[in-house]
Each structure stands twice: as structure tokens, then as C-alpha cells.
């Protein structure tokens, strides 16, 4: 039975960083799109970025140039490297790979 055990959510400061990590367990293909969604109180989960098999990149227009996703397909985990985080970054982050869920992990942006 596939999981992924997400890890690296926390409370930070605004201007500060987090490192969210998604890894797979058992059986999973590696050739599969990664990435991340997250839900703010009262809000739709929303997307924020996906890595694609082939490598191609894509972010939601307000975490472009300070979000960067990666992956490690030997070992089948999903990174997101948060930097100049603001408070409305404040989510419960999701991570997928394939059709496959993460639990989420909180990320919390307050001075």
C-alpha cells in the first residue's frame, strides 16, 4: 500500500523560510507528476505547483520566484522550498504524487 509521509511544516516568521518534504513508501512508479496544493481556513484547497515526470515546472502565479519544487525520483519524494514566506502563505500543505496524498502539514507565516 502506497503512502506519503509529508514533513517540514512549522511556524516561521514573515521573510522566513520552510522546507516541506512528500516521500512515497511501497510500491509507486517514479515516472509520475509531483507536487503541492494547500487550504487556508475557510478556503478552497488550491494548487501551488507541479513537477511533471519530464522535469517541466509550474507554480500558481503568487508563489513564482519565491517557491522552488523538486523531486528525487531514486528516492520518490516531492520537495517544496517555501523562501520570503508572508502570512497569507498560512496553509495546510498537500502534497501528490500520482494519484496519491500526502496528510498535509501546517505551515504557519506570523510574527
Known amino acids: 500500500q502506497v503512502q506519503l509521509v509529508e514533513s517540514g511544516g512549522g511556524l516561521v516568521q514573515p521573510g522566513g523560510s520552510l522546507r516541506l518534504s512528500c516521500a512515497a513508501s511501497g510500491i509507486i512508479r517514479r515516472t509520475m507528476n509531483m507536487g503541492w496544493y494547500r487550504q487556508a481556513p475557510g478556503k478552497q484547497r488550491e494548487w501551488v505547483a507541479t513537477?511533471?515526470?519530464?522535469?517541466?515546472?509550474v507554480y500558481e502565479d503568487s508563489v513564482k520566484d519565491r517557491f522552488t519544487i523538486s523531486r528525487d525520483n531514486v528516492k520518490v519524494t516531492v520537495y517544496l522550498q517555501m523562501n520570503s514566506l508572508k502570512p497569507e502563505d498560512t496553509a495546510v500543505y498537500y502534497c501528490?504524487?500520482?494519484?496519491?496524498w500526502g496528510q498535509g502539514t501546517q505551515v504557519t507565516v506570523s510574527s
Open positions: 513537477i511533471t515526470s519530464g522535469g517541466i515546472i
Open positions: 501528490f504524487i500520482g494519484t496519491k
